[in-house]
């Protein structure tokens, strides 16, 4: 509804964007209307950015369709040059012709090679991501430490992760008092887990 007062904080997710790091004040309030020319101020400029990269593809395609042209009729004229220079002279510019081609499909090849490779890599670091956190997950469901600890403070292995929890899984012998906890007992599992992680770095 036009007029209706929004805060900052809500203007900011309307539009997508963080507040985070930008002088602002609690109080800082905005109005639908100003909400709404804000989204379409950055609407106006996805469409003009979409528009140079568009066109910025299209000079591109253009330069390398001249250039293309360019080689073919460069081409033209030194097979004519090699045909009136003899066979020897034909020879070589076909050798000549044959390598460039060669090292062009091998660019090619190449660049193809090494996008591959990356999507591996990066579908192995997904897959031993996914891994590392169901083990994490099964450690923790056996000892009660938070799966994301483990993993933050492991150094990816398994071994590491157990060893962790069960440093972590110990009574240290602190009182109670001298830590955060979720109960009001001194039993290992009354603390919560990132007071387990601070108790157990301490007797290190």
Avoid at 73 to 84: H, M, P, S, T, V
Avoid at 87 to 110: F, G, H, M, W
Avoid at 164 to 174: N, Q, T
């Amino acid at each position: 509804m036009e007029g209706e007062e929004v805060t900052g904080q809500e203007a900011a997710q309307a539009t997508g964007r963080s507040s985070a790091g930008e002088p602002s004040s609690p109080s800082t309030t905005y109005t639908q209307e100003q909400v709404s020319k804000i989204q379409s101020g950055m609407d106006r400029q996805i469409v003009d950015l979409k528009k140079t990269v568009d066109k910025i593809t299209g000079s591109l395609q253009s330069t390398e369709a001249a250039l293309l042209t360019l080689q073919q009729e460069k081409d033209a004229a030194e097979l004519e040059l090699a045909r009136d220079g003899g066979s020897d002279a034909l020879t070589n510019y076909q050798r000549k012709v044959a390598a460039r081609e060669e090292k062009k499909q091998l660019a090619k090849e190449r660049a193809e090679f090494e996008a591959s490779k990356a999507e591996t890599a990066e579908a192995l670091a997904e897959l031993n991501s996914a891994k590392l956190k169901k083990k994490a997950e099964a450690i923790a469901s056996e000892t009660g430490v938070d799966a994301e600890l483990l993993i933050k403070h492991g150094d990816g292995s398994e071994e590491k992760m157990r060893q962790l929890a069960k440093d972590w899984g110990k009574p240290i012998g602190r009182r109670p008092d001298t830590l955060r906890t979720s109960g009001s007992g001194s039993n290992w599992r009354d603390y919560s887990p990132i007071d387990k992680v601070r108790a157990a770095l301490s007797k290190q």
